[in-house]
């Protein structure tokens, strides 16, 4: 909880501090998050079927109560700083921020032609495979406010979490650790943190941040399928119905 007095210069902000550790300490040491440090001791509280798929369905099921809280409702009377919102759904008798929307998309651009500079330098070992450069100058490229608008008005809008990845989740520690897999998926507590950008979206796109953040290749296509189909049956237990796994 945080409340603030900007006229009086009063701040209050109540804290949880909470026993647990982070959901990507349970996705291994081929994550770069994860690099120098001693995972086996950090997740060793949880038992063995703490696994990472379980992980995974845990997170997956918290989004979905998340998303299912707001999805379809209209998020912008009063929450003006929510990411987005003027892009998407600004207040009436406004214009659509298309300056802020374009400022996010250049900075994203720039980076991109950092990488790719620092890719091509002399003596470079780092390596960009010529189908992903073409893929995300083609995606740059093509991309516009309408397009963008298009796309995202066409989808069930929702609350966001817009950094939804396994370091921004903090899983409690147990009572007692899960011995099967099954008993993890039902019995973790997990807990959002790093609320910095959240905003207008759809669900699949905190999904799909999850998935690219930490999981390996083979990782994420084995727990993929499984993860969203369970994040749809969530939805549905949470009242959003008519939602199938192919539109996920």
């Known amino acids: ?9 009063r701040k209050v902000v109540a ?17 770069l998050h994860n690099w120098g440090k001693d995972l086996p001791a950090l997740t060793a509280d949880f038992g063995a079927g703490t696994t990472e798929t379980a992980v995974t369905l845990a997170c997956f099921k918290t989004a979905a109560e998340l998303h299912a809280a707001y999805w379809g409702k209209p998020l912008s009377a009063g929450i003006p700083a929510l990411r987005c919102r003027q ?3 600004p207040d ?18 720039d980076g991109w032609k950092v990488w790719k500079g620092k890719a091509a330098a002399e003596g470079s070992d780092i390596v ?3 189908a992903l450069v073409q893929t995300v100058d083609a995606a740059f490229a093509k ?18 979490h817009g950094d939804f990845h396994p370091s921004n989740i903090v899983i ?12 993890a998926v039902a019995g973790l507590q997990v807990l959002l943190v ?7 979206g759809s669900g699949p796109q905190d999904l799909g941040q999850f998935h690219i953040s930490h999981s390996s290749p083979e990782a994420r296509r084995r727990d993929q399928e499984p993860a969203l189909r369970a994040y749809v049956a969530h939805l549905a237990q949470c009242g959003v119905e008519g939602v199938t796994y192919e539109q996920v």
């Not at 409690?172 to 008993?183: K, S, V």
């Not at 790093?194 to 207008?200: I, K, R, S, T």
């Open 1 to 9: 909880f945080a409340y603030g007095d900007m006229e009086q210069g």
């Open 15 to 31: 804290l949880e501090c909470v026993d647990g550790v982070q959901a990507g300490y349970f996705y291994g040491p081929q994550s």
């Open 87 to 89: 892009w998407l759904m």
């Open 92 to 109: 009436e008798g406004a214009k659509p921020d298309v300056d802020g929307w374009a400022s996010v998309l250049n900075t994203a651009a």
């Open 128 to 130: 960009l495979p010529e």
């Open 143 to 160: 991309t516009t406010f309408e397009t963008y608008t298009k796309t995202m008005q066409a989808l069930p809008l929702t609350l966001a």
């Open 172 to 183: 409690r520690r147990p009572a007692a650790p899960f011995a099967a897999e099954a008993d």
């Open 194 to 200: 790093d609320w910095e950008v959240v905003g207008v």
